[in-house]
């Protein structure tokens, strides 16, 4: 679902939990009193007995704005109080603060930054964090501000915490643009905001060190990248995006990776677009995308 | 939405016309009423203002079969004389009836026949029809009545009225799977089901005779195919489906060609199971597929 | 490289070994003086400074059939003697033999069967061996020889010993498509032909039992195939052919095998179509596909 | 082919012509008797019989730029005075100095200066010239001149004797990067050097204005885009590379010609990468990519 509805009095709910008869008639009911018009609608269930319920609406309703504690409240008791589901209720024209966390590669971010200029992410960026100085420039050129947190060795608590006071508050997502430390359980529980990563991918994987050499001594064909959410496994989040590009015995080690660089910045890109329009629901470690 | 229920009990809602505010509710209100449960959903505008609404719901109504009339009669009175909608209403436990009509290439119709045999397509095949006798005996292995039907020069009407004969009344849709003979408007009205074509397609494409020989001229990198319903342009009726393949300049027309069946045979399986599965709606000359 | 010359008096020579200044000039050379005039070639190092050599030549010469010996014993002297490297000489007009086992699922053994009588693969089938009685019939319509030999628990050396009696001195391949069983090293080290697998692949991995299901789990928007070569490493043998298609959160469980299915018939054709065509050259645990 | 030498001493020989006897073979005799070894080498003929020869060679030559004069002399005596062959022979070394021509759009623009800045393009920009001044800012910030030159309705002659004016003798390569201004006839033939396109493409095509509402009209489910070589048929020369890209019918025109531009950028990246590669062909209207 890609049409999309930005402007005043468009809103987007999402609603979650278990499935049982009669979802989809009570939301349109409870929109429908409120004065909604059901603009889009994606409903899913996991299983037809006994399975999950997903269900993302786009409703368009004059004055939501001043509207919404009411809404709020009919949502609250006829979903949450009578059947037990949980839902999310976002007005379109409030666009997603995102920070981007990067290192030294530019890809990721570049990408993500031109596509926002360009009107493609329905984002904000307030800040642009990395532990290296690299690509302050880049960033500030778009009107963004950066930060450099030097991680060092032994001491990252500290720099965990700096980060932390500059997102805290300020941030309802952030991207790991090629950021290339890990994020401790400590401030994934603080942050308490989506993270997504976005790492390569082969078939099947190569673990450990040096993936891309270890595919091409083994002859893979194809090269991939991966988007998810950050969890405290390290890249076993639920997925949000994948997609490949084709390689062959020509290439060399380093062209593999140029070519896992565009894969990375197509799927990140992709994966974050959908994040911002609330099509993609999490539902323990897998994921729904409208 | 591939998620299916040809269970006993199960059916499809095809809803479509005029966009307004209130449909989904509505919709889900008459079957609520009905004492049916809505398993999964798709909606669609074309444009939020004065658009076209497209919905397909997949429900369970314990006992449908006798239910039927009933539920007819309420979606007639609140969809159609209220709003001025159409619907379609489909046992999900009545697989459609596909005749298939083919020429001399067998690409596409074993493919249909093998996916058939395997369970992956919801349909049965009353007859296959052929203008040429090379297939009937890979038909008959499948169990499947093979009908030779030569059509020659100066006698295409006589022909067409046979094939109308074999079919009329025995069939739900008919699929071109390779048939090399342009089916007339009269035919095509007299049938009054759905027929669906495959061929061909390349970026740009590449009019007239001996396409793939032009492309290779041009040094083509693509070369693809395109599964639409039959209109009286021929082959200018709405897309369901469409794939491609990569070729390069070491490929010979030849080889062009055997990669080209290679995704017509995809293409056009992908898009028969769609069809049959009520996924694919027409909308004028354009096609919503859920 | 897919231009291909399978009449009389074309042959095929392999070259591979450590590369070194001059070896494209020296088989040209041997070619020139045998009479053989070069139709395609191609030439790939790993490594500009001590790397692999590998090159596949195309040539025609007219009596090839009485000058093969000669030409032996040129190539012999002239690369193995002078400069170390091996070499594999074919005539294009000797099809390769397969054999394909199989156990319940016909997916990839039908595709090979009705490519292999379109003309589409250079190889003759001399025989289908199978764990199961199931797959006879469809066998043997194609005029092809099928044997059962079941392989009970604690009784495989004795299924092997059987399988090695029909295989060995008939086939110069053997092909798993889909066939449930592991092959002893031993096996593979008696039959002495290279030997190709097809299975599922994601990206990541899912290690072990249900992989489908772990896919799903996990949420992944990819499965894939690899077709390789077997050695004792299970799974682990130098890559041939890969590929992917793109799957949803609304696919089961069951739809992503079928998906799977699509894409292991289409990638192991393909690796067997360039084995048969002596494209592919096997270094270590690594392919160069011409 | 896309191992590259782009250090000192390394060399690229193309030869294309009629194909006849021995040419591999005579092209490694004068390369090693210039003690050239050869690195890489990609040979491919169109038809074994009456076809056109094509090969490109990579070769090791110490001193090459001193010893360039004599290996044009050799090869202009054997393989074009004695087989009629015609030859190019570039110098590694030397990247090709392309300019860009740009209206508005920025998303090719910036996808090339972003891969040329990361040294993933071997090429240098002496320039970008626009008949906007729009993107002069993202232009300059990459170090790189840009050029204003505005095309007026019937002063079309004037503005492109400016631009011939600044191309003339400075380049060697021009890109038109979404530049929506046709060339003259006459300003290709006295630029003289390679002029590359990139154009969005159906399947199949929709010929005229508004194609991509034409597209959607008719429910089309890939979008793509096509680089080739400029020639006075507009958009009708020779193909380098083709690429499209997955939609629905959920997606907008406007979104049809967002994902467009995505599938643009890279298409005309890659061509032009292998264009600077000097691993494009030229053959009459067709191309061999090597």
């Known amino acids: 679902m890609t049409v999309n509805h930005t402007e005043e009095d468009y809103g987007r709910l999402i609603v979650q939990g278990a499935d049982q008869p009669g979802i989809v008639s009570r939301v349109s009911t409870v929109l429908a009193e409120q004065g909604a018009n059901v603009v889009a609608l994606d409903q899913s269930t996991s299983d037809p007995t006994g399975g999950r319920f997903f269900q993302r609406t786009i409703f368009h309703l004059p004055g939501l704005s ?12 006829k979903l949450v109080d009578d059947l037990g589901l949980s839902y999310r209720l976002v007005e379109s024209k409030r666009h997603k603060r995102v920070a981007i966390l990067v290192s030294k590669a530019d890809h990721c971010l570049l990408d993500l ?73 400590d401030l994934l529980d603080e942050l308490a905001v989506p993270v997504i990563n976005i790492h390569h991918s082969f078939l099947p994987a190569f673990m ?31 997925i949000i995006e994948q997609d490949v590009i084709r390689v062959s015995h020509e290439e060399s080690v380093r062209e593999l990776q140029r070519k896992g660089a565009d894969v990375e910045r197509l799927v990140l890109s992709r994966a974050v677009a959908w994040h911002c329009d609330d099509r993609v629901i999490r539902d323990g470690n897998t994921t729904v995308v409208f």
């Not at 919404?68 to 009919?74: G, I, T, V």
């Not at 493609?120 to 964090?129: F, G, W």
């Open 66 to 77: 001043v509207k919404l504690p009411d809404l709020e409240l009919a949502l609250g008791e």
């Open 113 to 185: 930054l031109w596509r926002q200029r360009r009107g493609e992410l329905r984002m904000t960026v307030p800040m642009v964090i990395s532990n290296h100085p690299d690509l302050g420039d880049d960033v500030r050129q778009f009107g963004i501000p950066f930060f450099h947190v030097p991680v060092e060795k032994d001491k990252k608590a500290e720099a965990e915490k700096e980060q932390l006071n500059l997102l805290k508050g300020n941030v309802d997502t952030v991207v790991l643009a090629r950021y290339m430390q890990i994020i401790s359980g």
């Open 208 to 238: 450990g060190a040096g993936p891309y050499q270890r595919a091409k001594d083994r002859g893979v064909k194809l090269v991939g990248a991966t988007a998810h959410y950050v969890t405290e496994d390290l890249d076993e989040g639920p």
